[in-house]
């Protein structure tokens, strides 16, 4: 993937270029520098996936990575998914369907599905259980999150 | 939105997509640790390294020297002790005298930033006397040499005795025809909730105090706050975020949020406390590890004549619900049976370990499992039908159990038949090829505790408060929790059903002490039940209102006026009526605000000997579940297919809901009997991790049947009861004996794991005792 000019980093379209310590997370980058709490905080370990984000449009997890291997890089968070007046379609399915109960892991799991669909438009129900199982709910046993992200596949939300 | 309401209703009975879910998928929702305030410091603890010691000193001045370090804290501060049943206030908010278990809080420090909080949390010198540790609750049960609090019981560790008898249970075991005997054996499990404990709190010059935490039930934190910290509660504000997951875990007021509201007081400056991962592990408060000797003995046809029951419960360090618990482990054991002689000793005992505490189905779901593994055992006994011997004992409606229990509705034996017959039943069970099985458990669940935890002042169990302005908007306040089962949703529906209007014009005001009437929150299964009657309460108060006012617009009385949709019109005449702003302008027009108020409490209800009251509920839950099981011989790997969840809620409100509890139940359920514990070694948690401690990931779940069954409950909001934690129970024992269907061998020690799947499987080949044939 082509990087940017270094020192700047873009994130949900926007360019940015300001100097960060060598040592921030990206996790921590996100939600203290820039106030994009939709990416959240479970583990710190890489576990629960809470903390799924886009670099380069690949899901990673920003928990395990240093704020300085997306320098250069186009970073994409839950915020940056939607337009202001219409959620994505896996979003509008989340909703619908009930995948989202406490609703802490949601902002991951959309991450991951978004990718999935968009590189896979129609996964089968096996793909969709692989591709989730990074990460972890704690509220719905991923019943409904399945549907919904069939439904999004199929484009009937 | 809404759809399939059922005939009379717009949106209850239908499926009601979450009002809160926009904001969750967009990332929008405000959860504690999105917030931040002007000047805003934070907050680290100090933790025991110790199991049991002495505090013999604490020397904070090289923390306190630290520069951005703004304040230090011990005990002595604010030693004042607490915890959430009045009767049990054995914590404080730092330790005082003694560390009681590795995690203990210390001391804590606010500071400019983490991790100058860490670097004086290391500058901390703590001198102590180490204590002999207990870790062994069979220990605790006898006087011990440093017992660990000084209220256990005659120099033991015991923190809860609760000995019970009703009718004669020798007598009875002495007519049994059949007997049967189960040891079961539980380790610990914790609710591992998504979102991590985090509290923020604030002290204003004003003499005021704002905490903002990650809580289910802020009432009870509201309370212990004023106690601990002697403010009077209308100087302090407890406001509750969205919050990322309970399931009893946020559910005690906890040690954590007390100190960040000192260390807040102490700096005149806003703090923020967040507790990590590793140290939510430790905070714990998860389901109780426990060891239960069940004794159930039937008539010859199976009737049951009596439970003998003796629970040893692992309390860890501090009382929490332990109380309730103990007494759960009992009570909760019978229904959905008759039983006519019960006795039953149940003792909790501390030890030098992360506290237990309550945990989705609170003291139901252990006994529950030993209970219906030794029916399951009865049932081949005798030579009759699993589901016949449920049937046989089933509790008939209107009915009183023998410990005083007031049964009204019970649609179990709906379950029962919507279980065996979606499932199968009848061409599966035992006939199937080794290795595959069907299995039946069942569940009784209490739909919100009759006895609030605070019962002075007297007061009402939920209250809601509706406030409509001129532009047709209606705010609703009231304390009841929603951490994601969808309360806020449920409210929102009940007020816009009541009156006719559009879900859209109802706003679910975020809980805020200061203008939130108090409800007691989310635990016991009480939410749906009693707020849902609050709400119902309300909004009836206002929709008087608007048809006495109706009533002079459109010049008909109030008795022939019925609410229609957005419109007040005559019944039977819909083209004669008034839309509801119309109705809504005219019932204003000499008080400015139209405001609405409902408050429910429960009936009087229960025996009058001494802890009678403990399981009483305004009404219980039902469940049957089959499960379907694959198991791999060779390897012990096992996996649950289906589970036929038949679960008596009264009248689902939100089936959308109810189903996604029944879901996340069977997961929670399946994690405890899979795998999921709380891993000791010694006192020391091994594994304080969510990749150390497993929960089942979206592989190992079940294809899940729901079939909502039940009838209406004569109390209930629109006849609803609860659906958060009886659909827990049913699914464990279902699964254990699937297995036993499957391959013969009986598990009463959880977690079944595969090696111990092979090593049943093995032993019962060695005993030559085949099984279907292998």
Redesign the interface.
């Known amino acids: 993937m082509e990087r940017g000019p270094a020192g700047s980093i873009r994130v949900n379209g926007q360019s940015y270029d300001r100097p960060f310590p060598p040592e921030r997370i990206l996790l921590d980058l996100l939600?203290e520098d820039f106030?994009?709490?939709?990416?959240?905080?479970?583990?710190?370990?890489g576990?629960?996936g809470?903390c799924t984000v886009w670099i380069d449009g690949v899901p990673t997890l920003s928990c395990l990575t240093l704020a300085a291997l997306a320098e250069g890089h186009t970073i994409t968070?839950?915020?940056g998914?939607?337009s202001p007046s219409e959620?994505h379609a896996?979003?509008?399915a989340?909703?619908?369907?009930?995948a989202?109960?406490?609703?802490?892991?949601?902002?991951g799991f959309?991450m991951t599905a978004a990718a999935l669909l968009r590189d896979q438009p129609h996964p089968s129900r096996e793909e969709i259980?692989?591709a989730?199982?990074g990460n972890?709910?704690?509220?719905?046993?991923?019943?409904?999150?399945?549907e919904a992200i069939e439904v999004a596949a199929a484009g009937t939300g | 939105m809404a759809t399939t309401s059922p005939p009379g209703f717009r949106l209850l009975g239908g499926?009601i997509?979450?009002i809160?879910?926009?904001?969750?998928?967009?990332?929008?929702?405000?959860?504690t640790?999105?917030i931040?305030r002007p000047g805003m410091l934070f907050g680290g603890l100090l933790r025991s390294p110790w199991a049991h010691a002495r505090l013999r000193s604490i020397d904070v001045r090289a923390a306190r020297a630290m520069p951005g370090v703004f304040a230090v804290l011990t005990g002595e501060r604010y030693p004042t002790p607490f915890g959430v049943l009045p009767m049990t206030h054995d914590e404080t908010a730092i330790a005082v005298g003694k560390a009681r278990y590795v995690g203990d809080i210390l001391a804590a420090v606010a500071a400019s930033d983490e991790v100058t909080a860490e670097q004086a949390l290391r500058a901390i010198r703590v001198d102590a006397e180490i204590l002999p540790e207990y870790a062994d609750p069979k220990v605790g049960v006898l006087p011990v040499k440093e017992p660990i609090h000084a209220r256990g019981l005659a120099g033991t560790n015991i923190q809860k005795e609760v000995v019970q008898h009703f009718g004669d249970v020798d007598a009875a075991l002495r007519l049994a025809a059949h007997t049967v005997r189960v040891r079961g054996i539980f380790p610990g499990v914790t609710?591992?909730?998504?979102?991590?404990l985090v509290t923020i709190a604030e002290a204003t010059p004003d003499g005021r105090l704002t905490v903002w935490s990650a809580t289910q039930v802020p009432h009870y934190l509201h309370r212990s706050l004023s106690e601990v910290l002697g403010i009077p509660m209308h100087r302090i504000r407890v406001i509750k975020p969205?919050?990322?997951?309970?399931?009893g875990g946020k559910s005690d007021p906890l040690p954590h949020e007390i100190v960040c509201a000192a260390l807040a007081i102490e700096t005149g400056r806003p703090v923020k406390l967040r507790v990590?991962?590793e140290d939510v592990f430790l905070t714990n408060h998860g389901r109780h590890p426990t060891q239960n000797d069940v004794t159930i003995a039937t008539d010859p046809d199976g009737h049951i004549l009596a439970y003998d029951i003796d629970a040893l419960i692992e309390g860890g360090a501090w009382s929490s619900f332990g109380t309730v618990t103990t007494y759960y482990n009992g009570v909760l054991s019978m229904g959905p049976y008759k039983v006519p002689n019960f006795r039953y000793r149940g003792r909790r005992v501390y030890t030098n370990k992360p506290p237990s505490g309550a945990m989705r189905a609170h003291g139901g779901t252990n006994i529950r499992y030993s209970v219906e593994v030794a029916l399951d055992e009865l049932a081949e006994k005798i030579g009759i039908d699993p589901f016949e011997l449920r049937r046989r004992n089933a509790l008939p409606p209107g009915s009183t159990t023998i410990n005083e229990f007031r049964i009204t509705s019970t649609s179990f034996l709906r379950c029962l038949e919507a279980a065996r017959e979606k499932s199968g039943w009848e061409g599966k069970f035992r006939k199937q090829p080794f290795g595959r099985g069907v299995g039946l458990g069942c569940g009784f669940y209490i739909s919100g505790s009759n006895s609030p935890i605070h019962f002075t002042p007297k007061m009402p169990q939920s209250t809601v408060h509706l406030k409509v302005d001129m532009d047709g908007g209606i705010a609703v306040h009231s304390m009841q929790a929603d951490?994601?089962?969808?309360s806020n949703t449920l409210l929102a529906a009940i007020v816009a059903e009541v009156l006719g209007v559009d879900l859209e014009r109802v706003h679910v005001v975020r809980v805020d002490s200061d203008v939130s009437p108090i409800d007691l929150g989310s635990y016991s299964s009480r939410v749906t039940f009693m707020m849902g009657n609050a709400a119902r309460l309300a909004a009836e108060d206002l929709r008087n209102k608007l048809l006495e006012a109706a009533s002079h617009l459109v010049g008909h009385p109030v008795e022939q006026l019925v609410v229609g949709h957005e419109r007040i019109e005559v019944r039977h005449r819909p083209e004669i009526g008034t839309s509801f702003l119309e109705a809504l302008h005219a019932a204003m027009e000499h008080t400015g605000a139209l405001t609405a108020t409902g408050a429910y409490s429960s009936p009087p209800m229960g025996g009058t000997f001494k802890g009678a009251r403990a399981g009483t509920a305004p009404a219980y839950s039902f469940a049957a579940y089959v499960a379907e099981v694959e198991v791999d011989a060779e390897t012990g790997e096992f996996h649950v297919e289906t589970v036929w969840a038949a679960f008596d809620c009264g009248r689902p409100l939100n089936r959308?809901?109810v189903?996604?509890q029944i879901?996340?139940?069977?997961?929670?359920g399946l994690g405890q009997l899979m795998g999921e514990t709380m891993s000791y070694r010694g006192t020391r948690l091994m594994n304080p991790?969510?990749?150390e401690y497993k929960?089942p990931?979206?592989?190992q779940?079940p294809r899940?049947e729901c079939l909502l069954v039940g009838e209406d409950d004569p109390e209930g909001p629109f006849g609803a009861k609860e659906a958060g934690e009886g659909p827990l129970v049913a699914t464990l024992p279902a699964v254990a004996n699937a297995l036993y269907d499957a391959v013969g061998v009986r598990f009463a020690t959880l977690p079944i794991t595969p090696d111990r799947v092979v090593k049943g499987i093995e032993e019962r080949r060695r005993s030559g005792r085949a099984w279907k044939g292998a």
């Open positions: 939600r106030n994009l709490t939709g990416t959240k905080r479970g583990c710190d370990l576990t629960c809470c968070t839950v915020e998914l939607s959620l896996v979003q509008r989340f909703v619908e369907r009930g989202t109960q406490c609703g802490f892991c949601t902002p959309i259980t692989k989730i199982s972890l709910c704690r509220c719905t046993g991923y019943s409904k999150i399945i | 499926r997509p979450y809160e879910g926009p904001l969750k998928v967009s990332g929008r929702a405000e959860y640790d999105d931040k609710h591992a909730f998504t979102e991590p969205e919050v990322g997951g309970g399931f990590d991962r951490i994601g089962q969808g959308l809901a189903e996604g879901e996340g139940s069977i997961h929670m991790s969510l990749l929960i990931a979206p592989q779940m899940v």
